[in-house]
């Protein structure tokens, strides 16, 4: 498990990187805001997980619409994700995150923290997770599966959770989905973290 001093470690590497890059340039192709006015700090604004995040350049400190501060881990991705997008629109394919590259050294460890946890909550009440994820994300609902849910993750970063019903044959089934453009702008432990900042709130409404 990662350490304190790795966590800010990665955070100092992806702040410097950022630091070399045109912010007009990046909000253009992350979908965030830039906005700078004489006498006013410069900030950069995007919506993550249905909250607004403003971000001071070239400080990079961190505000969201409540007063709470933004945890290590999330600041990471959100600088990640602003470093590595490089395209203006998804792709449209949706990919399993076994489908990831280096993913599957993860994948049994995702699956215990994201996958059955989600299946275990949902897979008999699957409505709840509609009603849950937009109330949480503002997530409207996918096309995939018997029950599934699209949330926003980030601008470029749409996200499905997605219940098969069970029967008197098979269990309950599930599968979080990326769309395929994430594994060229999020390393696969990044995305498993992401999976996890959805799920667990989920989670959370139902104990």
């Keep these: 498990m990662p350490r ?3 966590y800010n470690m990665a955070l100092d590497i992806t702040e410097k990187e950022l630091r070399k890059r045109n912010p007009v ?7 965030a805001l830039f906005t700078e006015k004489e006498g006013e700090q410069a900030l950069i604004r995007l919506g993550f997980l249905n909250r607004t995040i403003s971000i001071t350049w070239p400080h990079l400190l961190f505000s969201q619409d409540s007063n709470k501060e ?20 998804p792709a449209g394919e949706w990919i399993a995150y076994q489908d990831i590259p280096s993913a599957r050294f993860y994948l049994d460890a995702f699956n215990r923290r994201v996958k059955y946890p989600l299946v ?5 009440k699957p409505d709840n997770l509609l009603l849950f994820a937009e109330e949480l994300y503002a997530a409207t609902t996918g096309s995939v599966g018997d029950v599934s849910v699209l949330i926003q993750a980030l601008p470029k970063i749409p996200v499905t959770l997605t219940i098969w019903k069970g029967d008197e044959e098979f269990s309950p089934d599930g599968a979080i989905l990326f769309d395929s453009s994430i594994k060229d702008i999020l390393s696969a432990e990044d995305i498993s973290e992401l999976a996890s900042m959805i799920v667990y709130p989920l989670l959370a409404k139902v104990r």
Aim: proline share 3%.
């Design 4 to 6: 304190v001093d790795d």
């Design 25 to 31: 340039h990046v909000c253009r192709l992350s979908g």
């Design 70 to 89: 933004l945890p290590i881990k999330e600041r990471i991705i959100i600088l990640h994700y602003l470093n590595k997008v490089n395209r203006e629109d």
């Design 120 to 124: 275990s909550a949902f897979g008999e």
